[in-house]
């Protein structure tokens, strides 16, 4: 679904972002109420396994039916640009990509869904928003930047002749071609669905996460207000900051560029006070431990699982 070097980041900011989507509901579950009985300690064992969540198992087969096989198709219809022309034919796609990109997919996003996870139980939800903002970044940073700041040339180039001859002369002609070729509508078709899907079940987590007991607390604004305060905090920022941080190495070089980026960037991120971390305490995830007594039994267990 996208360039094999960015999916990785993807992969992992899909399961971040589903895990913190979903952190009243992580928290409800780690809250429920267990056999207590010593005849049966396997299933209080079970009961407790990640196999046993339905959001994290939600997670992995979203990322293994939905988004690799798209992938792997791209890869297969056009070798050059799902390598960012790395290579330029089958022959020289090495099978180990191949592999990497049908196992790296799930791996990366049970380990963005474990660590967000984490990160939501213990109640440090900022942070987990934080790596949800960094996976995407990477992501966005891979995609327009690249290695060699060429990324957003690679991405708009079907094939290795393009991508030799780009000229900045033309670069709506470049753009045009791409929107017009079969590569675009193949991601338009493939991608198109499994985005949609992907942005519906975060929203779908998140609305029934504030329908949950102290929700209501937490949410400082309407639901359609943290909403879009969430998704500009996930989406939008960290492509502006991918943005950003390119046009600086472009315009300084890498050590330059990326000591400037981290100076100005980092405070409006980690400063206590600042915009970021202000607009985010709106959205209503909760910032208490799991276990708090503050947070009640969770008889609402039942309506998460049915």
Known sequence: MIPIQAV????????????????????????RPLPDSEEEPVIAVRARAM?????????????AILVAPPGLFL??????WGTMHVTREHGELWAGFVLLFSGGVPVAAILGFWASRALVLIGAGYWAFLQVVAAYFLLFGTLIHGWDGRGYQRVLSTNPGEFTGW???????????FATSGTFLALLFLGGPVIMLMLMTEISWLYEGWRLPGADADRKVPRIVALA?????????????????????????????????????????LWKRSPVRWLYGRVGIPTRHWRDPVLSPTPVIARLVR
Do not use: C, K
Request: proline letters at 5%.
């Open 8 to 31: 990785p980041f993807f992969s992992y900011a899909l399961g971040a972002t589903f895990a913190l989507a979903a952190a009243r509901q992580l928290q409800a579950w780690e809250r």
């Open 51 to 63: 196999t046993a969540n339905p959001y994290f198992v939600s997670t992995v087969l979203f990322a």
């Open 75 to 80: 890869l297969w219809q056009n070798p050059a």
């Open 167 to 177: 000229s900045s002369d033309q670069v709506a002609n470049n753009v045009s071609h």
């Open 229 to 269: 305060i969430a998704a500009a905090g996930v989406h939008a920022m960290p492509f502006l900051g991918a943005l950003y941080a390119s046009l600086l190495v472009h315009a300084t070089g890498w050590w330059i560029g990326l000591a400037v980026f981290t100076a100005t960037v980092g405070p409006l991120l």
